[in-house]
Structures are given as C-alpha cells and as structure tokens.
C-alpha cells in the first residue's frame, strides 16, 4: 500500500515505546513487524519499517549517552599562571630513521614554464633507440 509522504515515520514514532519494549525483550524486527501489521496497527512496508527501527533504535541510544560536561569558564580577572617546563624528554619521533629524499632530479620548474629546460625521456636520452 503506498503511503503519503511521512506517514510510515508517523506510525512508527507513535509505536515508539512499543517497538522498543518489544526490542529489549528480544523479538526480531520482522516479527515485530508481522504482529503489527496483522493487528492492523501498520500500514506501512516491511522495509520502512525496518528502516524506522533503525532510526527510533539510534535514537534510544544516544538519548541514553550522557551530554558532554564542558570546563567552567576561568575568570579574566585571575592571574595567569605560567607552567613550567617539563623535565622529562621528549620521545624520539618514530620517524626519524626514515631516509630524507632530496629532489635533485626534479627540473627547474621555471625552466619548464620557460621551454629552457631540458628533459629526458624515460629509458634514455634523447635520440637514442
């Protein structure tokens, strides 16, 4: 059956707490699905279903995740406070013993630009066969 635009979000948000009790005590999403649409209590099709559990399940989740505790504002009017150095040394970079590659064998590019500059091919020089 074709719904008009929004109407399967509209079933599925007013079975909300349903379908998420339903969830917590183990039913699939397609059994959910078939109980309700037998009951006549849906109308929309078994994949928008699916997809609306989807949506209602990530918004259950990240309702339950508490909001982010910023760090009280420090007053302009207090002093600043300078910290020290520390005196651990810093960890040598990984990375260090990776050989630096040098870029001799790039042409000059404003030869380039200037049709000053000579090119090689590659495999050879020019002329050669």
């Known amino acids: 059956m074709v719904l008009e635009w929004g109407q399967a979000k509209i079933e599925a ?9 339903w969830r917590r005590a ?10 309700l649409f037998e009951a006549g209590r849906i109308t929309m099709s078994r994949r928008s279903f699916f997809i609306n559990v989807t949506r209602i399940e990530s918004q259950a989740a990240s ?7 910023t760090a009280p504002a420090v007053a302009s009017n207090l002093p600043a406070t300078k910290k020290e150095p520390s005196s651990t040394p810093k960890k040598p970079d990984p990375n260090d013993h990776l050989p ?12 380039l630009f200037n ?15």
Do not use: C
């Not at 948000?13 to 009790?21: T, V, W």
């Not at 183990?26 to 109980?35: D, R």
């Not at 309702?63 to 505790?69: A, E, H, I, T, Y």
């Open 13 to 21: 948000n007013a079975l909300r707490d349903e379908i998420l009790a």
């Open 26 to 35: 183990g039913w699939t999403v397609g059994k959910i699905y078939t109980a």
């Open 115 to 129: 049709g000053t500059a000579t090119v090689e091919p590659l495999g050879g020089k020019a002329g050669e066969e």
């Open 100 to 111: 630096r590659m040098e870029h001799r064998s790039a042409p000059d590019i404003d030869a």
């Open 63 to 69: 309702d339950l995740v508490p909001p982010k505790v």
